[in-house]
């Protein structure tokens, strides 16, 4: 079976819908709140345990919440005696999530969609799809928080034609706009740059919010008469923050907008869901095409980009770009007698290269040595339909193959792979991982 999963708030949730349409919900712990927060090495019974009511006194533990943000990085945690990559530890926490679920439900899940943070990179994406094969599960999806929000809306909230998306949390503001036809959703997104010094002078959040919004929907340059709604999904923890948010968010929009047709909407579990109803396509498309006959047509948040010598950028794919998606450059290096040649890969929209996110290197090998002449190589960067971007490269005059590669130090081996397994085989062999509430 395959299960969808997202971890867009710094933890596990999962979803599945049953043979008889129902959906079930799963988080990371009994109170179904978002976070089981620590993995913990129980050195005297050599355990480890996963979760929020754990005394940690003399003990080893890694906060979750870390190791997400550390997928794509080469850190190294120390549990015991071991040091762990972070592929490792998310893909331990990933076994005794699904455990879990097998164990209550009475299912066998082998496959999963994750739903990630719209700024979640191709080197981070990839570092997940280790985790999970690390974990025992094959990624058959990556897909952004927004596809699997927008899912959620078009099949349980009667969302329809031209809509507007907003969702803010602690992390992140961002809004588009999405056309809905018959069977696709086409995005379009746009990320609020609104002064932060206005988070300073403003002592009220939802004012905050308010105008982060309108900035988010001035640069959307649509008009909101031709919008059939606007919904705004509002993070959890705002509920405890401020009383009412909801009606304070929905009634200022109203007032500074003069949209009547505003739904805010608590973030809760919809993105597990989301996950969950492209999860059910693979496993069962008839009910999948009764319960959500449409799919979000993916696009990349933030446009991506190669260093050049002035510390400038040149852009490859523009944001909003559809994906998959493949684009051929001229590349030529920079000197003569060259065998190889490096650049850097960028995500985001600044001219600049170091206000922009690091991916990593494209890596040329293989090139003529030559007193004469600079090479010219044809180099071809792709997205894939999860996003994660690979590189191919040819010479130019002759089409003859180059070397190309897109280098990370956070990537694992096939063997440190391999070991990873081992590890958490033998936990599981010995009743060494346990989830604790």
Known sequence: MTIGIDITKGAIQGAFISKDGNVNVITDNKENSFLSDKLVFESSTNNYLVGN???????????????FSALGTRKIYYLGDKKLYP????????????????????????????????????????????????????TKRIINQS????????????ASDNIFLMTYD???????????????????????????????????????????????????????????????????TLYDEIPDIDDKIKDKLVLKTKLNNIRVIRYGSISAIGAALLALRFDDMDMALKICPRVVNECLFKSVSIALKSNETKEIFPENISIPCYKTHLFLPSGILQSEAYTSVVLGNSNMVY?????????????????????????????????????????????????????????????????????????????????CF
Do not use: W
């Open 87 to 138: 592929q490792v530890v998310f893909g331990i926490i990933l076994k005794a999530f699904i455990r879990r679920i097998e164990e209550n439900y009475d299912v066998k899940i082998d496959s999963v969609v994750f739903s990630v943070p719209v700024l979640f990179d191709s080197t981070g994406r990839v570092a997940l799809i280790q985790a999970a094969q690390i974990a025992g599960l094959q």
């Open 355 to 435: 206000e922009n996110k690091f991916i990593g290197y494209l890596e040329l090998n293989r090139l003529k040595k030559s007193f004469y002449k600079k090479e010219k190589i044809l180099v071809t960067f792709r997205i894939d339909k999860n996003g994660i971007m690979d590189v191919r490269a040819e010479r130019k005059d002759s089409n003859k193959k180059v070397y190309a590669f897109i280098t990370t130090e956070s990537f694992m081996d096939g063997q440190e792979i391999l070991e990873a397994t081992r590890l958490i085989k033998q936990l599981i062999d010995n009743d060494c991982l346990t989830l």
């Open 170 to 236: 602690k992390y992140e503001l961002y809004g588009g706009i999405f056309d809905i036809d018959d069977n696709v959703i086409y995005p379009g997104f746009v990320h609020s740059d609104f002064p932060d010094k206005y988070s300073e002078i403003s002592n009220s959040k939802d004012n905050i919010i308010i105008n982060f919004s309108l900035d988010i929907i001035r640069k959307s340059k649509i008009k909101t008469t031709v919008l059939k709604e606007l919904f705004f999904v509002l993070d959890d």
């Open 53 to 67: 009511s754990i005394d940690v006194d003399n003990m080893d533990y890694i906060l979750i919440k870390n190791v």
């Open 147 to 158: 596809s699997a929000l927008l899912m959620f809306l078009s099949s349980y909230m009667g």
